[in-house]
């Protein structure tokens, strides 16, 4: 992603570029050669000698706690990518140092600035399907078809996996639609190509209120091109289907003053999509980070995507791991414990559980 937010902000007519720090040489080669920025290998060097009002952090997440403690110390704007961090502990610790400082904070979830879940949270909001009753957040895509047997993508403790890859995307669609559950139950994590991290997660949110809804998430999905979203919301007035590109909403009564008509309504984000000054990979790239830079020369510190709202995120990440472990622990699981420890003679560790969980549920 860093590449895609170095163009963004490049064009913008308000920002000049002046650093870039990166473990890679040949792109800070590259950069040399063709870009006026000066090029760091050292995180700390660089906030010493750079003079920055603002950072785009786009490392792996276990690196995202260390630099943005960093950044808060030298009094500088945040833009991170998601997750904000590998746990809500770090996250907490993060705000803690926020607090009193007048500094711009916000997190990579893009999905917040795509116009057609902006129009679906407008509908949620004005009630026009009435109390939501459940849903379903999923996303499915090919991002791994074997496993990742080096680097940070096949390392949980690295920020791998399919839970802060993609999951997170899910569940902060989630907060920002429906609301963070107040129970998470029946969460799985399963493995199918990789070794070491989650190919595959499920969890069933539940709401004091009597909502309830799930999340379902694969990355090891070769029927997807690329990477989609789907949201489903079942009010007591209607139904709404949802992705980056659509929506299509069911009213059991016509709604007039949105122009629909009872029954189906389909409405395309060409529709009601606004221009962007750059455009590369979706309007919502260049969108989030134009309203960072927005919130900076307004002196506005609170925003969509604040690290107060990524927290949730990631509380909600941990509560779903802790749960699918908790099951994969109990003993009257027979079809991840008993048979295999007859069979073995021996206890399997977590990954080897979900692998065999994995292989036994396609066969």
Request: hydrophobic share 40%; aromatic share 8%; net charge neutral.
């Amino acid at each position: 992603m860093g590449i895609t937010h170095f163009s963004i902000l490049n064009c913008h007519p308000d920002v000049r570029i002046v650093a870039v720090c990166d473990q890679s040489k040949m792109l800070l080669n590259v950069l040399k050669k063709r870009v006026d920025v000066a090029v760091y290998t050292d995180m700390s060097q660089m906030f010493e000698e750079a003079n920055l009002d603002l950072v785009i952090i786009s490392t792996p997440t276990s690196s995202h706690s260390e630099i943005v403690q960093l950044a808060i110390a030298s009094n500088c704007h945040i833009f991170v990518e998601k997750p904000f961090s590998l746990t809500p502990a770090q996250g907490e610790q993060a705000l803690s140092l926020l607090d009193g400082q007048q500094l711009v904070n916000q997190v990579g979830y893009v999905n917040r600035f795509n116009e057609v879940f902006v129009e679906v949270k407008r509908l949620i909001t004005q009630g026009v399907i009435g109390d939501i009753q459940t849903f379903n957040s999923e996303m499915y895509g090919a991002t791994v078809l074997k496993d990742a047997k080096s680097g940070w993508r096949g390392t949980t403790n690295l920020g791998g996996g399919c839970m802060y890859e993609f999951a997170s995307h899910c569940i902060d669609l989630v907060v920002y639609l429906i609301g963070s559950p107040d129970k998470v139950v029946g969460s799985v994590m399963q493995s199918i190509f990789s070794a070491g991290v989650e190919d595959l997660v499920t969890s069933t949110f539940v709401y004091d209120n009597g909502c309830s809804g799930t999340i379902s998430v694969n990355w090891s999905d070769e029927t997807f091109r690329k990477p989609a979203n789907i949201f489903t919301i079942i009010g007591s007035k209607g139904k709404i289907i949802a992705d980056k590109h659509e929506y299509k909403i069911y009213l059991k009564q016509e709604d007039i003053s949105n122009n629909y008509q009872k029954g189906w309504n389909t409405r395309y984000i060409t529709e009601f999509s606004k221009p962007v000054r750059f455009y590369v990979r979706g309007n919502e790239f260049t969108s989030q980070l134009d309203n960072v830079i927005d919130c900076i020369k307004n002196k506005r510190i609170e925003n969509v995507c604040d690290f107060s709202e990524a927290i949730k995120t990631d509380r909600i990440m941990a509560d779903i791991r802790q749960d699918a472990v908790r099951a994969l622990q109990e003993p009257d699981d027979g079809a991840l414990n008993s048979p295999l420890l007859a069979k073995t003679g021996k206890k399997l560790s977590l990954w080897e559980k979900l692998r065999k969980f994995g292989e036994r549920k396609n066969a």
